[in-house]
Nanobody, 124 residues
Framework: QVQLVESGGGLVQAGGSLRLSCAAS????????TGWYRQAPGKERELVAI????????????RYTDSVEGRFTISRDNAKNTVSLQMNDLKPDDTAIYYC?????????????WGQGTQVTVSP
């Protein structure tokens, strides 16, 4: 099993920045990719950014949803077993609960794991 704990959410004015962190523990060798999702009130959960690879991978490919391209950056710190999401030039539409998610390898007990979520609120 893999446990995920998010941190770094909060309230910020439009144009500001926040950095979210996702700390993984447990069977982290099972991780094949890590993503950040978000869910705004009344909307479906959507993928924001994803980075491939496990804790042994030094480089991983990244992908972003169009609305955050150029403003958000996902990165991994293998020494700390964390994946971060640097969010710059935040907009009110970025307001949502942000969730960390990992896909797990086929020989691991579970196929995925989710964090508990962290609230990001961007005021106009």
């Amino acid at each position: 099993q893999v446990q995920l704990v998010e941190s770094g959410g909060g309230l910020v004015q439009a144009g500001g920045s926040l950095r979210l962190s996702c700390a993984a523990s447990g069977d982290t060798i099972c991780i094949t990719s890590t993503g950040w999702y978000r869910q705004a009130p009344g909307k479906e959960r959507e993928l924001v950014a994803i980075i491939t690879g496990d804790v042994m991978t030094t480089d991983g490919s990244t992908r972003y949803t169009d609305s955050v391209e150029g403003r958000f950056t996902i990165s991994r710190d293998n020494a700390k077993n964390t994946v971060s999401l640097q969010m710059n030039d935040l907009k009110p539409d970025d307001t949502a609960i942000y969730y960390c998610h990992v896909d797990l390898g086929p020989f691991c007990p579970d196929s995925e794991s989710w964090g508990q979520g962290t609230q990001v609120t961007v005021s106009p």
